[in-house]
T-cell receptor
């Protein structure tokens, strides 16, 4: 079955710097890759996603890139702000009948003011 | 509007109690999910309802009993829980019951079993 690995587990950056979180997946048939942001005491919030027919997607300060050959995808946050501090989860959706999202283990991002 | 609501926000229950968690969405989604999340871990899928029918049960113990009264509502009935069941219980919904549709999560119910 699909396996998603996420790195790093923790990331500390200075406000204004960029942050990059990377995920790799094992099932080459996976076709949908969402990213979730979870703030303390809240549910995960879908912040951006990408499908396998697209290599890059951007939404203001957030971008996601997908390399199907290498089976990895990354979240890029530019001009980080303290409110970006949260846990970020990547996920992959394999093309099987499980109907499941397979989550990475999460990255705790701390933006230092 | 991409809002999923959950009640209660917090719940403390004893091991002999019976309680229910509730979830509601008004996005016209036909799939609804229950996830369990332990501290510092990703959400773990428990159940999927698609068109008001249970389509996935991830081998969850019978002390957790899901119910989908209609396409907008999802309940999780709890009975004879164990302390290790203490966790954040998340509800989510999507347009269809497939992993490649956007899933929107509620804020969760923080459950403590004493």
């Amino acid at each position: 079955g699909e396996n998603v690995e996420q790195h790093p587990s923790t990331l500390s950056v200075q406000e204004g710097d960029s942050a990059v979180i990377k995920c790799t997946y094992s099932d080459s048939a996976s076709n949908y890759f969402p990213w979730y942001k979870q703030e303390l005491g809240k549910g995960p919030q879908l912040i951006i996603d990408i499908r396998s027919n697209v290599g890059e997607k951007k939404d203001q300060r957030i971008a996601v890139t997908l390399n199907k050959t290498a089976k990895h995808f990354s979240l890029h946050i530019t001009e980080t702000q303290p409110e970006d501090s949260a846990v970020y989860f990547c996920a992959a959706s394999p093309m099987d009948s499980s109907y499941k999202l397979i989550f990475g283990s999460g990255t705790r991002l701390l933006v230092r003011p | 509007d991409t809002e999923v609501t959950q009640t209660p926000k917090h719940l403390v229950m004893g091991m002999t109690n019976k309680k229910s968690l509730k979830c509601e969405q008004h996005m016209g989604h036909r799939a609804m999910y229950w996830y369990k999340q332990k501290a510092k871990k990703p959400p773990e899928l428990m159940f999927v309802y698609s068109y008001e029918k249970l389509s996935i049960n991830e081998s969850v113990p019978s002390r957790f009993s899901p119910e989908c009264p209609n396409s907008s509502l999802l309940n999780l009935h709890l009975h004879a829980l164990q302390p290790e069941d203490s966790a954040l219980y998340l509800c989510a919904s999507s347009q269809e019951g497939r992993g490649d549709y956007e899933q929107y999560f509620g804020p969760g119910t923080r459950l403590t079993v004493t």
